[in-house]
């Protein structure tokens, strides 16, 4: 029985609760269309000079103020285009979504304060809890009545604090047969494109063996498998054969990608 290919998980951001511990019942979740290519973790300690100090001390006479920072970058994609269930006519529809999390609420501690909402963004055994400080919206490919169909949104994420991950026991992982690097297409990227940037010139059998209709057009976070259209030449040399009563003798030419020559006597 073959192996049941595994479905793509897909990275999440769920609002979380005025203490930033659990997930808010009843909270906003929104699933990304297509998961980041990156993800860009930076680590921040506020480190001054004690004034009066030894300055020969070198970092020794430095100390510590505050508390460390931690941010997450990150860019996301949504095209209507490439929407399975539920099509809309505008890509804001979609982003709105992402919106909510810079829009402030009232504290639960002072309601005369606001803050935008706590928020985890999670993707596979990465989770990173924080509050949204800054969010950049790229719209583009208009329909002709004018609404945007695809867009990008720029994340920063930050936490009061130096993330510390626990990874868990180490384990090693045995390589499964048959599983090969996928290449992630970037936006604007065409098969042809991708193809040539790889060294590979067949970009018409690797379109065709990853099933792409259109090769010209790649959605965003489209995963591409560049080796496919050798392994399938491969494969298709291998159950070559010849029928019953064939063997050698006579002569052939043949003219399928270059000639062939050999020879062949059907008794």
């Not at 049941?4 to 609760?17: G, R």
């Not at 809890?129 to 695809?150: I, T, Y």
């Not at 290449?183 to 991708?194: E, P, T």
């Given at each position: ?197 790889n060294g590979k010139s067949d970009w018409q059998s690797i379109a065709s063996a990853n099933g792409i209709e259109d090769p010209l057009r790649l959605a965003p ?47």
């Amino acid at each position: 029985m073959a192996e049941q290919e595994k479905a793509l998980e897909k990275a999440l951001l769920i609002e979380l609760d005025q203490q930033f511990k659990d997930e808010k019942s009843g909270g906003h979740k929104v699933k990304v269309q297509f998961n980041p290519e990156s993800l860009k973790v930076s680590f921040a300690n506020q480190i001054v000079q004690p004034q009066g100090g030894d300055q020969s001390a070198g970092n020794a006479g430095r100390q510590f103020v505050g508390t460390g920072t931690t941010k997450l970058a990150l860019q996301l994609w949504f095209d209507v285009n490439a929407m399975e269930e539920n099509p809309v006519d505008d890509v804001r529809r979609l982003t709105q979504d992402v919106i909510y999390f810079m829009q402030p609420q009232k504290s639960d501690a002072d309601a005369t304060k606001l803050a935008p909402p706590g928020v985890r963004f999670v993707w596979g055994s990465f989770k990173f809890d924080g509050m949204v400080d800054g969010m950049e919206e790229s719209l583009e490919f208009f329909s002709p009545e004018g609404k945007p169909l695809r867009a990008s949104v720029s994340l920063t994420l930050s936490q009061q604090k130096i993330l510390e991950v626990d990874l868990g026991t180490s384990a090693n992982i045995a390589a499964q047969k048959g599983h090969t690097p996928l290449k992630v297409a970037k936006q604007g990227q065409s098969v042809q494109s991708m193809a040539g940037k790889n060294g590979k010139s067949d970009w018409q059998s690797i379109a065709s063996a990853n099933g792409i209709e259109d090769p010209l057009r790649l959605a965003p976070g489209q995963l591409i498998d560049l080796n496919a259209a050798a392994s399938t030449a491969a494969a298709a040399a291998g159950n070559v054969s010849l029928g019953a009563g064939a063997s050698a003798g006579g002569s052939l030419n043949a003219a399928l990608g270059g000639a062939a020559s050999g020879s062949l006597s059907i008794g």
